[in-house]
């Protein structure tokens, strides 16, 4: 039934429009956008009237989530899945936008079995099967002053890819003509040196991504599309890594840009 699939694509698209002011304003103020071609901002508006029209964006605590917050975190969503499809996001609907850094409760259990409660302030976070959780104020800051490696919707949105094929883990579904131990090892690797520069107070990139394989997906995702120059100095066979997963090479549109 792919011509009725099409079909309603097309009705989204003819009949939800982007309102032109709010999208243009959106890709000439955020750095993130810039550098992509005429092709790719149509194909990314796209997909982001699509991720729109399915997906539910909620604010909570008062929050009114207008036109343009809710463009600036579709479009940021649907860069990363600029050239792998909308599909890459299935499985789930909302979006929860909270104003700040929300506050969680969390149960940790010790190795001696000693349940304790944890209050911790985040600014997203990604359940398998379930929301994104945002904090608008972070996604504000990034698109005024953007800092190398910090993106909040990047790095939930690559938890949900990441949770494509399971449990966050850190290895997202894989493309048939990539090598998944070559991905292991790499990934593996990079993890390593991170967390031996953590225990030295100096790294590369940013040392929240050495608490977990999935976290270092996360980070290195946001390095990727924030500052992928960064990333390829740092870890260049990660950022190969991310080429072949993501089939885009931002750093190309930042030296263009540039
Ligand atoms: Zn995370």
Request: proline content about 5%; aromatic content about 10%.
């Amino acid at each position: 039934m792919k011509w009725l699939d099409h079909l309603r694509v097309r009705y989204t698209l003819s009949h939800y429009p982007i309102p032109h002011t709010a999208w243009e304003n959106l890709m000439h103020e955020a750095d993130i956008f810039k550098g992509l071609s005429a092709v790719e901002r149509a194909h990314l508006r796209e997909l982001t009237t699509l991720f729109l029209h399915r997906k539910t964006l909620t604010g909570v605590q008062g929050l009114l989530v207008s036109t343009e917050m809710a463009l600036a975190v579709a479009a940021q969503a649907c860069l990363m899945i600029l050239n792998l499809g909308l599909d890459y996001f299935d499985g789930w609907v909302e979006v929860v936008i909270y104003p700040g850094a929300f506050q969680v409760t969390r149960d940790n259990i010790d190795a001696t079995g000693l349940v304790s409660h944890q209050e911790q302030a985040l600014s997203g976070e990604a359940w398998s099967r379930g929301p994104v959780i945002l904090s608008w104020d972070d996604i504000a800051e990034s698109l005024v002053t953007p800092h190398p490696g910090h993106n909040v919707v990047i790095h939930e949105f690559a938890h949900k890819l990441d949770m494509l094929n399971g449990s966050a883990n850190g290895l997202p579904p894989l493309h048939p003509d990539m090598v998944r131990q070559q991905w292991a090892d790499i990934f593996t690797d990079a993890f390593e040196h991170l967390q031996k520069q953590r225990r030295h107070h100096h790294s590369g990139i940013d040392a929240y991504g050495a608490t977990a394989p999935a976290e270092f997906f996360a980070v290195v995702s946001e390095y990727f599309f924030t500052h992928p120059l960064i990333l390829r100095q740092q870890a260049p066979a990660v950022y190969e890594q991310l080429v072949l997963f993501y089939h885009q090479t931002p750093e190309k549109r930042q030296t263009e840009f540039d």
